[in-house]
Nanobody, 126 residues
Framework: QVQLVESGGGLVRAGESLRLSCAAS????????MGWFRQAPGKEREFVAG????????YYADSVKGRFTISRDNAKDTVFLQMNSLKPEDTAVYYC???????????????????WGQGTQVTVSS
């Protein structure tokens, strides 16, 4: 029932920017926190950023804090990840995710999410 559809990935040079989008359907989007994760080859899926239902609380991984910004537009049922000053180490498949329970702060590990997008590839060349 719940579907998450991502867009905005691509190939960029180090120092450039990308804006990822994740459009949600199948439930009342504004009731739920959302998160972004990424996974590089041979590595565990890791938390990138999370945002509460209203956007009032945000969490970031130390590796992206100051460069990435998570936001949401509840009128459009969409969450965004603005990625600035990209580095080759940011290369990964990026996933948006939603929890199964409303009115809870964003989780920091994959097991706290029940719904996942298909993933979008971000490649940063040096």
């Amino acid at each position: 029932q719940v579907q998450l559809v991502e867009s905005g990935g691509g190939l960029v040079r180090a120092g450039e920017s990308l804006r990822l989008s994740c459009a949600a359907s199948g439930r009342t989007f504004s009731y739920y926190s959302m998160g972004w994760f990424r996974q590089a080859p041979g590595k565990e899926r890791e938390f990138v950023a999370g945002i509460s239902w209203s956007g009032g609380t945000t969490y970031y991984a130390d590796s992206v804090k100051g460069r990435f910004t998570i936001s949401r537009d509840n009128a459009k049922d969409t969450v965004f990840l603005q990625m600035n000053s990209l580095k080759p180490e940011d290369t990964a498949v990026y996933y948006c995710a939603g929890p199964g329970t409303p009115w809870k702060l964003p989780g920091l590990v994959p097991k706290e999410y029940d719904y996942w997008g298909q993933g979008t590839q971000v490649t940063v060349s040096s």
